[in-house]
Structure formats: structure tokens, C-alpha cells
């Protein structure tokens, strides 16, 4: 149970309280940040100089983990005549800062920021030191001394009000290691607030119950606290992920990358599961809010009790945890070029992308293929001559996802990126070397996301049985019936819905179309280097969709990607796609067992850039508890199958509709969105019917 103190904290931070502090300042314009005379590094700096500078300290009554945002806007770095000067020539990424990365909170914790400084000024005292890195190790130093300050400006607010344990905390951290648990996780809250403060964005938790376990573990020997001490730090460190997430960026609200990971193997391959992993997963089930975004690492060896416990929280219809299958992923991971230690320690990007801690500047989510516009465009391409086979049209789909990957790729060849002297202060080795993270770092691949699978497998058997099997219709029948939008023949549109192999039922005849696919795509992102020269850059395929399984099916989206209109598999121009791997919506399928069999039979070891099968289980599932038992089986079985990532949702198809009608009274209703979870009631339209229309499960 939450203690009254926290609820009350939960309440004020539901109901907006803390947004009462917040200011929009201009007292640092884009002219007082920059200059002709600054390097874009010093700029970079002065980005995070300038907002730790603003920040105002807030303590509330209820807290014993601070940092709340008080100024509202990062001043925006490429408005200047001299972004001009920057990105002449090349690419901005997104909104143009680094994301999607994690920081090494183990490293960071264990040297506090004055070990970091100190070191950084000892590579500028070497005569060897090149301008460029003193330049970098300047601006590090600029950045640790303004978070340093605004913490002292904690500790003298603390004081102020009494609040002598807040300021006791400050006496340590974050300029020396945290001795405590307590001290620990202040310390990451607010070291973890200062990226989103530089204008970095998709901040990463990493492994949490790894990283903070020696703290953990020292208090309870030592008897500074007990499990329901640290059960209660856990729920505010929690809680207090939630309080400037609205003005974090993303697709919609929510979607703001504070994804946290537990459980899983160490770097000797024992899982390594501990109390923290349970007492994390009891928290996020008793907070019951968006943040943060919890993923579960998990064997074939994952006790049972903490099988149990994923499966409550996943009762609770926050839609996660999110789990990844270390037997699969570490495994796909090392093929792809990972050492095997780094790869026993990966976590994920702000969705599922996985990535390693410290170590990665990778690209997770440069766009997505489009499989169905593929498949569409094999058939609009193959001739209608009467000598065409089944092997032409996968031979024209495989040629079409290498144009759309070479073509993605090709449009990043240009790709710069800005220094983010901030963040390669928590990365391993920047100051070391005396660079920044995105000038070095020991992984830099790029991510492409495999979208609409499913429906261009389904499309794919409907192609092969009309045309080349039961010898139905032309090839010139099929794209005029297309071309109307199924409205010349709607009845046909049922027979193949109904009657044809459908992905998620664990028919070879289909699934094998669906491999051959991700084969394809595997194959398109290895010929990249030939094609676009990217040296030890690698191109990393992944099943997911992102917000991809609405973009590529709405013609009026102008981006890279093709959209497309009808498909052969009986969906209609505008209908929305499934979110990553999921069966093709509408379809019928056996269960949720015959999915995973349908989606285990992708070669993970090829497709490693992540991408979860998502399943929606209809909350009838957990009304005893032999159904939350079956979720925890069902989990299993997703390892022992040999699937790679699973999403498991619950919802109630009648909540849903009726908080569209009363919005004011779901409030606080949280759903999965794709790999992430937000308010359903601040979700645009298209995403909220979207959701309402996914696949509801039971298992029998």
C-alpha cells in the first residue's frame, strides 16, 4: 500500500500541482547564447549553463526526492545564423539533439561529478591535449560546475525551510558517490533531470535493479532500512518521473523515452534477479502511472514468483512491463557485432530498441519499410503475360524493400549531429578520451524499423493462392479490384478475410512468407555498406512499428516512406496497420499461443533492432487468480518458444469507448500506445480508435 504521505504527493503531481511553478524566461535569448566567437561545443554548454542558471529550487512538504522543472522551455540551438553554418551539407536528426541513448548510470554513481571534473582538468593539463579536446573537456567542465551549483542551491533551499535531511543529501551528491540507497536515487533523479534540462531528450533508465542494488543491499546489512523503507523510496523516485513529463517531447504525450529496465543475466550470464527487481515491479503496480516505462528482462530460468508479479502489473493495464528474451537478444546482438559482455548488459531506447548503456550513439529509429507498399508495388510491376510466377513477385517485393531501405539509409549518409557535452559527461570513457559522444563512442548503428509485417505476409498467400494457386483472377483483375477499394468486389474481400492463412495462427503456408520477408529486409540492411559506404556503421532491421503503423497506411502523410492504398489481403485504403508484430487487425486467429508460434519462427539472429509481438488480452483474463497464473505461463512460453520481445495489454473495449464520450471522467486512464504508454484521453483520435480496434484475446 501507498502510505498517505506518497498518495498525497501522487495526487498533487496527478492534479498538476507542480506545473504552478513553472516559467517561461527569455532572459537568455538566442543572441545571449551564441555568438560568432563560440564553437557549437561552447554553445552546447551554454544551453545547459543557461537553464541550470534559470532553475528555481522546489522542495514540497511531502518530498524526500527533489528536483521539479520550473523553467518550461530549452532555448533552441539551431535558429541562429550559424546553424547554417553547422548543418551546411548535412542532415539534422529529429529535433536535433542526441536521444535515444543511456547514459552509464553505474559509472556516473560510482564517481560522482568532482571525479569527473577533476579528471577532465588533468587531460587539459596534458601538453598532448589537442585544442579541439580542450575545447570538449571546457565545456564539460561548464556543465558539471552549473548542475553542481544548482544543487547547492537544493541544499541551500533545503536548509531554508528545515528540510535539514534534503540538505544532507546535497552535502554528497551529486558531487561525491551516494553512500546510501536514499542518496542514490536522488542522485539519479537529478543527474537524470539534467539531460532533459540540456535539451537531449528520451532519456534512458538503464538497469535500474542492477545498478543500485550495492546501495540497496549495504543499507539493508548495515540496518539504515528495511525492505518497506526502500519499497517507499522506490515508489517516490517513481513518482517523481512523472511531474515534467508533459513537457517532454514525442509523437503524443507520453512518449518520452523514461524507460527502465530490470532483470536479466550479468556479465557472466547468471540471471541475476535480486530484490529490487521485485520490489520495482510491486511499485510500478501500486503507483499506477505512465512513468516510469517498465521492461523485464527474461530466461527460461526467471523464477516463478517474478513471472507472478510481471503478470500482476501487467493486470493493471499500464501496458507493461515489456519483456525481452535475453536467450534471443544477447544471442542477435553478438551476431551483429556486440561483444558478449557488452551484450549481456543491453536495455532498450525509448521503446524497444536495444541499445548499451554508456557505450551507444546509436540511430534506433531512422524510419521504417513499408512491407505492404512493397509487396503492392511487386504486383503493380510484375507483367501480365501469362509466364509471371509466385518467385517474380517475391523477387520484385525483395528489390522494393532494398530500394526503401537504400533509400532511407541514403537520406542519413549526410546525418550530423550536435556535441552534447552534458551527456558525455555520464558516458563511459568521453572524458577519458577527451571526446564527445558523438564524435566517438564504441557503437553507432543505425536503426530501421520492419513495419506492417503481418499484413503483407497475409497479402503475400492471398497473391499466391488467387493468382498462381486457384488461378482466380489476373494479375490485371486483382489491381483493378484494388484500384476501387475492394468495391467491385466486396465478396471476394470476405473469402480471403475469413477463409486464406493468416499470420497468428501458426500455419507454415503463411509464416514462411513472413520469414522470407525479415530475410529480406536483413539482406537489404547488409548490402547498405556496398551501397552507401558507411563504414563501420551497421544497419540494424527490427520488427517494430513505431508510429509507422498509422503513417504508412494515411496517403496525406508526406514523408520518406511510401504509403499505400488497398492491399491484397483484403484491407481497405486507410485502414490503420497493426503495431509491430500482431496479427493484421480484423483477422481470426486461435489464441495467443498460435501468435508467438507464428512469430518464433523469425530469424531474431538477422532482425536485432527490437520490435515487441503485442498482444491485447481482454481484462476478463485476470479475474482470478488461475488467469494471472495463465499470463505468467503464457510469458513463459514466449521465452521457451524462442520469440525475441513481448507486449502484453489488457483492456476494456467498453472503458475506452465510453472515456471518449466522458473524457472528463478517464482522466487518469492509461493505455499502451506502441512502445509506450500514455493518457487515453490525451490521445489524438487516430490513435485512441486505433487501440479500441486491436485484437481482444482470451486464454482459454
Not at 534559470?54 to 512538504?61: R, V
Not at 536522488?186 to 540540456?198: A, E, K, N, T, Y
Not at 503478470?311 to 499500464?318: Q, R, V
Not at 509464416?511 to 552507401?532: E, G, P, S, V
Amino acid at each position: 500500500m501507498i502510505s498517505k504521505r506518497l498518495n498525497d504527493l501522487k495526487q498533487k503531481t496527478q492534479g498538476k500541482y507542480f506545473h504552478n511553478f513553472r516559467k517561461n524566461l527569455n532572459m537568455y535569448s538566442h543572441s545571449n547564447l551564441q555568438s560568432e566567437n563560440k564553437t557549437w561545443m561552447q554553445q552546447s554548454a551554454d544551453i545547459t549553463v543557461a537553464m541550470c542558471h534559470l532553475e528555481t529550487p522546489i522542495i514540497d512538504e511531502d518530498e524526500v526526492i527533489v528536483f521539479t522543472r520550473t523553467n518550461k522551455y530549452v532555448p533552441d540551438l539551431y535558429t541562429t545564423y550559424k546553424s547554417n553554418d553547422f548543418f551546411s551539407g548535412h542532415k539534422k536528426h529529429e529535433l536535433g539533439f542526441v536521444s535515444n541513448i543511456c547514459a552509464d548510470w553505474k559509472m556516473i554513481l560510482s564517481r560522482g561529478l568532482l571525479f569527473q571534473r577533476n579528471l577532465a582538468e588533468r587531460n587539459i593539463a596534458n601538453k598532448n591535449t589537442s585544442n579541439t579536446k580542450k575545447d570538449f573537456l571546457l565545456a564539460t567542465i561548464r556543465t558539471i560546475d552549473a548542475v553542481l551549483k544548482l544543487a547547492d542551491n537544493y541544499r541551500k533551499k533545503a536548509l531554508e525551510k528545515n528540510r535539514h535531511d534534503i540538505a544532507i543529501l546535497f552535502e554528497t551528491v551529486p558531487a561525491y558517490p551516494p553512500e546510501t540507497f536514499h542518496q542514490s536515487l536522488q542522485m539519479l533523479r537529478f543527474l537524470h533531470s539534467m539531460i532533459w534540462l540540456s535539451g537531449n531528450y528520451h532519456v534512458g533508465l538503464g538497469r535500474f535493479d542492477q545498478y543500485l542494488y550495492q546501495y540497496y543491499k549495504k543499507d539493508i546489512v548495515n540496518g539504515i532500512m528495511d525492505n518497506d523503507a526502500a519499497f517507499e523510496l522506490i515508489i517516490e523516485f517513481f513518482l517523481s518521473l512523472n511531474r515534467d513529463s508533459d513537457i517532454y517531447p514525442g509523437i503524443q504525450q507520453g512518449d518520452n523515452g523514461q524507460s527502465l529496465m530490470l532483470g536479466g543475466v550479468n556479465a557472466n550470464g547468471i540471471l541475476a534477479d535480486n530484490e529490487l527487481t521485485e520490489l520495482s515491479l510491486i511499485a510500478a503496480n501500486e503507483l499506477k502511472m505512465i512513468d516510469p516505462k517498465i521492461n523485464l528482462r527474461v530466461t527460461s530460468k526467471t523464477s516463478k514468483k517474478v513471472f507472478s508479479l510481471a503478470a500482476k502489473l501487467t493486470k493493471s493495464g499500464l501496458g507493461f512491463p515489456q519483456y525481452s528474451n535475453d536467450e534471443i537478444v544477447i544471442k542477435g546482438l553478438t551476431n551483429y557485432g556486440y561483444s558478449l559482455e557488452d551484450a549481456r548488459n543491453y536495455t532498450v531506447a525509448a521503446c524497444w530498441e536495444f541499445i548499451i548503456p554508456g557505450l551507444g550513439m546509436d540511430l534506433v529509429n531512422i524510419g521504417a519499410v513499408s512491407f505492404p507498399a512493397a509487396v503492392d508495388s511487386a504486383l503493380r510491376k510484375i507483367p501480365n503475360n501469362g509466364s509471371s510466377t509466385f518467385s517474380d513477385i517475391l523477387k520484385l517485393t525483395e528489390e522494393e524493400i532494398i530500394k526503401q531501405t537504400t533509400n532511407l539509409v541514403s537520406s542519413y549518409k549526410s546525418i550530423k549531429l550536435p556535441p552534447a557535452p552534458w551527456y558525455s559527461v555520464l558516458m563511459k570513457d568521453c572524458i577519458e578520451n577527451g571526446t564527445d559522444i558523438t564524435v566517438e563512442s564504441k557503437y553507432k548503428n543505425w536503426g530501421i524499423h520492419g513495419a506492417a509485417s503481418s499484413n503483407a505476409a497475409d497479402a503475400l498467400v492471398a497473391i499466391k493462392h488467387l493468382i498462381f494457386e486457384l488461378h482466380k483472377l489476373s494479375i490485371n483483375e486483382l489491381q483493378d479490384i484494388l484500384n476501387s477499394n475492394w468495391s467491385s468486389n466486396s465478396i471476394l474481400r470476405k473469402s480471403i478475410i475469413e477463409n486464406f492463412p493468416k499470420i497468428g495462427n501458426d500455419d507454415d503456408v503463411v509464416d514462411n512468407l513472413l520469414n522470407k520477408l525479415f530475410n529480406f529486409f536483413a539482406k537489404a540492411c547488409l548490402l547498405q555498406n556496398k551501397y552507401n559506404n558507411l563504414g563501420s556503421i551497421k544497419i540494424r532491421p527490427g520488427s517494430g512499428s513505431a508510429m509507422y503503423y498509422i503513417w504508412l497506411a494515411d496517403n496525406s502523410v508526406n514523408m520518406l516512406e511510401p504509403s499505400v492504398g488497398a492491399t491484397a489481403e483484403g484491407r481497405i485504403e486507410g485502414e490503420y496497420f497493426s503495431s509491430s508484430l500482431a496479427p493484421s487487425p480484423g483477422v481470426k486467429v486461435k489464441g495467443p499461443f498460435s501468435i508467438l508460434k507464428s512469430f518464433s519462427k523469425i530469424d531474431y539472429n538477422k532482425i536485432i533492432n527490437g520490435g515487441p509481438v503485442t498482444l491485447e488480452l481482454s481484462n476478463t483474463v485476470f479475474h482470478s487468480d488461475a488467469g494471472i497464473e495463465k499470463v505468467g505461463d503464457l510469458i513463459r512460453f514466449f521465452v521457451n518458444t524462442g520469440c525475441q520481445q513481448l507486449q502484453l495489454n489488457t483492456l476494456d473495449v467498453n472503458k475506452l469507448k465510453e472515456a471518449q464520450k466522458y473524457p472528463e471522467k478517464y482522466t487518469n486512464l492509461i493505455v499502451r500506445v506502441w512502445g509506450w504508454s500514455g493518457y487515453f484521453c490525451e490521445l489524438a483520435p487516430e490513435y485512441q480508435n486505433q487501440i479500441i480496434k486491436r485484437h481482444m484475446l482470451s486464454i482459454d
